[in-house]
């Protein structure tokens, strides 16, 4: 059988971030960290020795992950470890030819660049017309990557203070729970660097969000998307700068806010 | 620092739902929002198809004493953060115009420059030799702080440093207890050590705050050491973002070593 498509490394960093549901997993948890490179030689029973948890407790625990038993676990989960640390030789490489004072300027100067096209190409009329669906919507909820969804929680409150029901669900149990409460006259924003949300089972929630025609708009980096896709589309930063588009989204965000605050709806 | 249980109860709902019953009465209080004071126990406990108990145990889960604890202090602090928004009263979304978000824009570049103007190279680098010498390091902070800081930790990760980030309040309040000699708590923003002052006086790990603002010089004495990176007054979520990435050159650098700087930026 191949191997399921799932991170497992990924899932595990988001579980212990987010969703840790007692002191046993903790204990597990912290056993696993701590061991991650060899993991894959280390049997549930001396886990179990180790975190001073239950082998029962430690099943549960793997039963999180999905499709896998703990040697598969185990196995999937130092691979994709070991993959992630491959990030390594890309910044052995940077730091061989660069000063780390170079590489902060470069930083710095992309974080810059990145709002000026932010600034430059935003189409102004296209985000009035999305803070209409906004205030004409029954509730609004936004999808995306942890760390956008952290930067649009202000927009949130505001939207809250100003009777708009908002949600943000980032556990994705709760988020999928609350999908299915909603209808054609709510209102999703995906926040996605490549213009689909890149959670797990994405496309799925993607899908089943067109099933029931809730409106949909899309904040994205990537120009080369399906735009039909959704009802409307705001792009910020540039195609290339994944991570220096967090930049871009507190601009973005703070535009947005001050929309908002206009009270012709 | 009074909290603001408004934004506090929205922030954690939207982070640590337990069960659809917890999904279902969150959105029924955001839904009510605004007159939330005077919406019974049995009418929340009606429309979100939940018991009294249930809801009483997940707003006791949250902090409060009991219900009416709960109403109480949300519904006050929710009047406090209705917009008065006089200045834009009436005003249609289009005369925010162009030059009022080209102020945003210019407001951001601003903070950019005076961060990336006032970095503090050399506490930069001791920050990052301090980081790579510890058994493992457990960030504090924020949600929003410890988003920004997630390239940090699976930087840390990438060189077998483990690196926590919980953000479960009772999760990290177990695994702080764990913590031993060697393990560093790293802290990323100002208003913790104010809000949650048992972390620091239980303290068994070696504490260490990043300073991106003067407005918390007065709590430095809880920390073992606190490393001024920027000398300036921002205290910008975008501020931190340049600070959380550049660190992360900082890191490999300590580990990699760097370079003869012949590249041009």
């Known amino acids: ?265 | 620092m009074e909290i603001n249980y408004y934004n506090d109860f929205i922030l954690k709902t939207s982070n640590d739902l337990q069960s659809d019953n917890e999904i279902v009465i969150t959105q029924k209080i955001i839904k009510n929002i605004n007159h939330i004071f005077s919406l019974s126990l049995t009418e929340l406990s009606t429309q979100s198809y939940s018991s009294p108990a249930t809801i009483i145990r997940f707003i006791k889960r949250l902090g409060f004493e009991s219900y009416t604890d709960f109403r109480q202090k949300v519904s006050s602090s929710y009047i406090q953060s209705i917009p008065n928004e006089v200045a834009n009263r009436g005003k249609s979304k289009r005369s925010l115009n162009i030059l009022k978000v080209k102020k945003f824009y210019e407001e951001k570049v601003h903070c950019l420059e005076s961060t990336y103007n006032h970095l503090n190279i050399s506490a930069l680098k001791d920050l990052a030799n301090q980081l790579v010498q510890a058994r493992s390091v457990t960030l504090l902070g924020d949600y929003h702080s410890l988003e920004i800081f997630y390239l940090l930790s699976i930087t840390l990760n990438m060189y077998n440093i483990p690196c926590y980030i919980f953000k479960q309040k009772e999760v990290l309040l177990e695994h702080l207890h764990t913590r031993k000699e060697g393990d560093l708590v790293l802290h990323t923003l100002s208003n913790m050590a104010n809000q949650h002052p048992y972390i620091f006086n239980n303290k068994v790990a070696k504490n260490v705050v990043i300073k991106v603002s003067n407005k918390f010089f007065d709590y430095e004495h809880y920390y073992d050491k606190v490393y001024k990176v920027v000398d300036n007054e921002e205290d910008e979520y975008l501020s931190l973002q340049l600070i959380g990435n550049i660190i992360v050159y900082f890191i490999s650098a300590e580990i990699l070593g760097e370079g003869n700087g012949q590249t041009k930026v």
């Open chain 1, 1 to 265: 059988m191949d191997r399921p498509k799932y991170n497992y490394y990924s899932i595990f960093l988001e579980l212990m971030k987010n969703d840790v549901k007692s002191k046993n997993e903790l204990k597990i948890i912290q056993v696993i960290f701590e061991n991650a490179e060899i993991l894959n030689t280390i049997d549930i029973t001396t886990l179990s020795k180790l975190s001073g948890c239950s082998i029962a407790s430690i099943s549960r625990f793997v039963k999180r992950f999905p499709q896998c038993t703990y040697k598969e676990f185990t196995h999937y989960f130092v691979h994709d470890f070991n993959k992630h640390k491959y990030a390594k030789s890309t910044h052995k490489e940077l730091l061989k030819e660069n000063k780390v004072e170079t590489l902060i300027k470069k930083e710095y100067i992309g974080a810059k660049r990145n709002l000026e096209t932010t600034f430059t190409d935003l189409d102004f009329n296209q985000l009035v017309e999305v803070i209409e669906m906004i205030s004409s919507a029954n509730s609004v909820t936004l999808i995306g990557a942890n760390h956008s969804l952290e930067i649009f929680s202000k927009l949130q409150l505001k939207l809250i203070s100003h009777n708009i029901p908002t949600y943000i669900f980032k556990q994705r149990n709760s988020l999928e729970m609350h999908l299915r409460t909603l209808n054609s006259d709510d209102l999703v924003i995906f926040i996605s660097v490549e213009g689909r949300y890149q959670g797990r089972d994405g496309d799925v929630i993607f899908e089943y969000i067109k099933e029931i025609e809730a409106k949909t708009v899309l904040f994205t980096q990537t120009r080369r998307i399906e735009t039909e896709d959704y009802d409307k589309v705001i792009y910020y930063g540039n195609d290339l700068d994944v991570n220096l588009g967090y930049y871009s989204l507190i601009l973005l965000n703070d535009i947005i806010e001050e929309l908002i605050s206009y009270k012709d709806f």
